[in-house]
């Protein structure tokens, strides 16, 4: 099965021509640095330019789950001159990627006690690039998020691994997907009441409690094609 729509069609009139348009600044960035999020590849950077642009000059915390090639922490460090960027890799020789102002760790995301280890980390931005397993992905938005500053975002990157175009990949280590979690939430968050039965799946019973943990700190929960943008109180 493939995509609904073509995304290089997509990603050029979201450039040309969408509401998003006129946030140029972290997308020329992030194609200068060559991250797969600009929009020769997935296009995510003017919505997040949208969220994040007022935070420009601010002193804060920003992490980043998985740091492949360094790119993304490059634009970072750029766009958030005044921010403390961390990157979180299970991979040693991402270390590498370290400068002024970047701070490489190395851990297994699918530990609690590592992911426990970065809450001290106190972010106002993260951003989950990882795996994409689904177990880490709801893992770590779990023990994360709880932690970061009122009025911060979390973002959960390529949730389309959520999706049947990528069974077999080995995303679907659990029952229970990064987007079906998501949407929970957004069940919570735009409701206000709590979740019954009828609004999930039976496979999602025993996660209840967490997704109505976390949507009383939320704000706001916005899907884009391929991430989650959640927004605290």
């Known amino acids: 099965m ?3 729509f073509d995304r290089k069609e997509v990603t050029d009139k979201s450039v040309k021509n969408g509401y998003f348009s006129r946030l140029k600044t ?4 992030g194609r200068l640095m060559g991250t797969d999020k600009s929009s020769e590849s997935l296009n995510y950077l003017n919505k997040y330019e949208f969220f994040i642009d007022r935070w420009r000059n601010d002193v804060f915390n920003l992490i980043e789950l998985g740091v492949y090639k360094g790119a993304s922490l490059a634009m970072w460090r750029d766009f958030f001159p005044n921010a403390g960027i961390f990157g979180i890799d299970i991979c040693e020789s991402c270390k590498k990627f ?3 102002g970047v701070t490489i760790k190395i851990g297994d995301l699918g530990t609690e006690k590592f992911l426990d280890e970065l809450v001290s980390i106190k972010p106002r931005f993260v951003l989950d690039d990882a795996s ?6 709801i893992m770590a938005l779990d023990r994360i998020f709880p932690h970061i500053e009122a009025g911060g975002i979390y973002v959960l990157e390529d949730i389309v691994t959520s999706f049947s175009m990528w069974d077999g990949n080995g995303y679907d280590d659990i029952e229970v997907s990064g987007y079906d979690y998501c949407q929970a939430i957004a069940t919570v968050v735009s409701s206000g009441e709590h979740l019954r039965d009828k609004d999930i799946p039976p496979r999602m019973k025993g996660l209840i409690p967490n997704v109505e943990k976390l949507a009383r700190d939320i704000e706001m929960v916005s899907f884009i094609q391929g991430s989650c943008i959640l927004i605290k109180r």
């Not at 972290?26 to 960035?29: A, H």
């Not at 994409?132 to 992905?137: D, E």
Request: glycine share 6%; hydrophobic share 25%.
């Open 2 to 4: 493939g995509y609904i």
């Open 26 to 29: 972290l997308d020329r960035i």
């Open 98 to 100: 370290e400068q002024e």
């Open 132 to 137: 994409h397993r689904w177990s880490h992905q």
